[in-house]
């Protein structure tokens, strides 16, 4: 906007204000109205839904899957829709940094006088892009079920070895579906493909010492199983041999 | 200095001089006593204070001609705000920040034994939600109305910024309760944190309050919670509204202003 637009507008804008009604009482009747609306919706909301706690914090045993409020499903799921591992630090925090600059900038780069909506075709057009993009997300991120089960048998190479290797197996398995690693990893028909990489032959792929050390020391944002909070040691040696079985 | 505007007081209400023919040094009833009273609590107030210059100003200036009701998610969200801040309050009373097991148990407290306790740990917790969705829904209002534009700029950058601090609050809220799906969704977020650019792996850092979730990063949170960011979302709401009051709300985008008759009919 150049001078002459802005006086314009200003010129504009204090005739309409001139033209309108006090602020009280009429908009604050209008405030209070909607304001009496919103306590009611809360209310409603915690009588009928009410205040769950789940079951207490451990950092030791494991079955949670790591879910986070609602409206942060849409962040989430940008970390399973821009997959390849080297894109995940700009899915986290490159694309919602960028969002927020550009959020943060918006009425300095989009000068223009013009302020009705459909004249604005550009702006408003990336408006409802965001809006469904975030729905679309968060529609995704409240339809991942929590992944707990895993249904992969026992490979017949396990099998062969015996009956200590086929529990030490269905051990690992359990504790792999309870510890949310499905959250994140695919493993066969279960779980999420990303943010980490599937997991459906990572025996293939990396030795025993490999995966232990990536569950001691992952790369984040995978969290830490090792280590003195981490699994106990069968547990941990058990989801050790589990992956390393999967070929 | 502009001058402020008048009390909208409707005609009916204004003080009447007394009929003709009534005596002056008649005594006074009760409730104009009574009015007499209020009056002059205020004005010595105001002696005082000089505040009614500034309530005037606030309260009845103009808003502009067709304002509609999508212009109360501003203040709505506020009212989710308030809402939030009472309701936090009374959690605080029981609450206990303790990682080894308090904590837990003091939210379950709450939740099966304080009188009304799962009610208003429901209205907190719901509460949240509709605050998030109606700043959005206000932001989506004043994006599409392009109230962003000129001269209003500074309050969408403020919006921004509260925007970015109601999300912090239900970051943090979301680990209080300590049950297991806060705890890991919460180690999680702060991992995500931790692979930002530059300032990534010490913002996860400064909330763990150290390399490794421990116990002092619920005592973090919880202050972080509780004290620091509603504070500042204080604040920077009362920057907004001030910014609100002085600029003016925007006409809706689609109004374009005729002039007075009067006006039209003196250029002729
Ligand atoms: C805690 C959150 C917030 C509160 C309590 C709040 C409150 C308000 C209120 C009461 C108004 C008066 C007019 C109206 O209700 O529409 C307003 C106007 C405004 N707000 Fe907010 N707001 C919040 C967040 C935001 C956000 C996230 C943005 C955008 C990024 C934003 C941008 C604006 C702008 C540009 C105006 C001027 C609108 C106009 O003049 O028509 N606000 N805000």
């Not at chain 1, 109205?33 to 409603?44: K, P, Q, T, Y």
């Not at chain 2, 001089?17 to 002059?40: I, M, Y």
């Amino acid at each position: 906007m150049n001078q002459r637009e802005k006086e314009e507008y200003l010129r504009e804008y204090s005739i309409l204000k001139s033209q309108g009604k006090p602020f009280f009482p009429y908009a604050v009747a209008k405030d209070g109205l909607m304001g009496c609306l919103v306590i009611a919706i809360i209310i409603a909301l915690s009588i009928v839904l009410g205040a769950e706690l789940g079951p207490k914090a451990n950092a030791a045993t494991t079955t949670y899957t790591p879910r986070p409020e609602w409206y942060f499903f849409f962040l989430f799921e940008l970390l399973r829709v821009i997959k390849p591992p080297n894109f995940v630090g700009l899915a986290t925090i490159g694309v919602p940094t960028l969002a927020m600059i550009l959020l943060f900038l918006l009425p300095f780069y989009d000068r223009g006088p013009e302020r009705h909506p459909l004249r604005r075709p550009v702006a408003t057009l990336t408006g409802i892009f965001v809006i469904c993009a975030m729905a679309y997300l968060t529609y995704l991120g409240a339809n991942a079920g929590p992944p707990t089960e895993n249904d992969i048998p026992a490979p017949a190479a396990v099998l062969a070895q015996g009956k200590p290797a086929v529990s030490e197996f269905y051990l690992g398995r359990s504790v792999v579906a309870q510890s949310g690693c499905e959250a994140c990893h695919l493993i066969g028909s279960n779980g999420n493909n990303g943010p980490g990489p599937e997991l459906t032959k990572i025996g293939d792929r990396i030795p025993p010492q490999a995966i232990a050390r990536t569950l001691v020391n992952p790369t984040e944002p995978m969290p830490s199983y090792g280590g003195s909070g981490g699994l106990p040691a069968k547990q941990f040696s058990a989801v050790v041999a589990f992956l390393s079985d999967l070929k | 200095m502009p001058k402020l505007p008048a009390v909208p007081i409707p005609p009916r209400f204004l003080p009447q001089p007394p009929p003709p023919g009534t005596q002056r040094g008649r005594p006074r009833t009760p409730l104009e006593k009574g009015a007499e009273a209020g009056k002059s609590a205020v004005d010595w107030i105001d002696e005082r204070t000089s505040l009614s210059g500034g309530v005037r100003w606030a309260l009845f200036r103009k808003v502009p001609k067709g304002t509609n009701w999508f212009y109360t998610l501003g203040s709505a969200t506020m009212i989710a705000f308030l809402n939030q801040a009472v309701t936090g309050v009374f959690l605080a009373m029981y609450y206990r920040p303790d990682a080894g097991g308090g904590a837990y148990e003091s939210v379950r407290y709450i939740t099966n034994d304080v009188f009304l306790g799962q009610f208003v740990r429901g209205m907190h917790k719901w509460g949240s939600s509709v605050m998030v969705i109606l700043v959005f829904l206000h932001m989506g209002r004043t994006f599409f109305f392009g109230a962003y534009k000129y001269p209003r700029e500074l309050n969408w950058v403020i919006g921004v910024v509260l925007l970015i601090l109601t999300m912090t609050m239900s970051f943090t809220g979301y680990l209080l309760p300590f049950d297991q799906r806060s705890y890991w969704a919460t180690i999680v977020g702060v991992n995500i944190n931790g692979t930002g650019p530059l300032l990534g792996p010490y913002l996860s850092d400064f909330l763990r309050g150290g390399p490794e979730f421990s116990a002092t990063t619920l005592s973090r949170f919880y202050s972080i919670h509780m004290l620091l960011v509603p504070g500042a979302i204080a604040a920077m709401i009362g920057a907004h509204l001030y910014l609100v009051a002085k600029l003016g709300t925007t006409a809706p985008p689609w109004l374009r202003a005729k002039p007075e008759p009067e006006l039209v009919e003196e250029q002729l």
